[in-house]
């Protein structure tokens, strides 16, 4: 179990001994971890892995089966509708396709939550949607449609419009997904650049190692069913657990086997198939 570093009062989001899961089937059990203000924090796994669900139970999307998730020190399960929505308003999203309004341009899509969120006069809100998208190297773009600009472009925006509220916690649900290189060397720049100008928390649910290893503070990694490593990139990097090692080797077989078991199910299948063929 990680071990508490950080200073509660900078505690932005924690699990406790959290179990997660959909209805009777478990996805991750024992799930202890902490992210403070100003900290960037990779959470690491492969496909199938329960990273995306760590992140819907820190916006109250699924409750926790067993063990706390807190946000901002609030119980989110315990959390009446008012109290979760003034939580998540502290939050910003950067969904893994980016999710913009194509119907909007860009200037409009970032603008999107100063007008459902806020009474900024529409001067602040030009200040403040301009400041963002320069942030991300896009003001003279703001006048583009969505169809006009690239993926790597429109993953920009995202992030301009995740962060122009200046929330305290961002959550990037696989932000270098179907990037190119450059694009992904980009959007890791500019999260970490984000996280350090605004002192907000940032949580990268990935599964891509260099991007995430050259930026975070921490990485925790998830697989079959738990915590199976926590550390520094150097602390990880350096490990011989066989776990760790095949994750960031990219080996074919090891704790995570190559071959899917086989099972009494498959047994039974199998010897219908043949009954028929004899």
Known sequence: MPVSTSNSS????SCKDVALGYGDFTVLYGITLE????????IMGGS?????????????????QRGQVLAFGQDVAAASAQTLQGLRKRMGVLFQQGALFTDLNVYENVAFPLREHT?????????KVLDKLDAVGLRAAAHLRVAEISGGMARRVALARAVVLEPELILYDEPFAGLDPISMGITARLIRHLSDRLHCASVLITHDIQ????IADRVYLVGQGQMKAWGTPETLSGSEDPYVRQFLDGAPDGPVAFRYPETPAFEAWLGQQQGRKS
């Open 10 to 13: 900078d505690l932005v989001l």
């Open 35 to 42: 992210v403070s203000a100003g900290e960037v924090v990779a």
């Open 48 to 64: 199938g892995s329960g990273k995306t669900t760590l992140l819907r139970a820190a916006t109250g999307q699924i409750v926790a």
């Open 119 to 127: 009474s900024c006069s529409e001067a602040e809100i030009l200040d």
């Open 211 to 214: 991007e995430s290893f050259a």
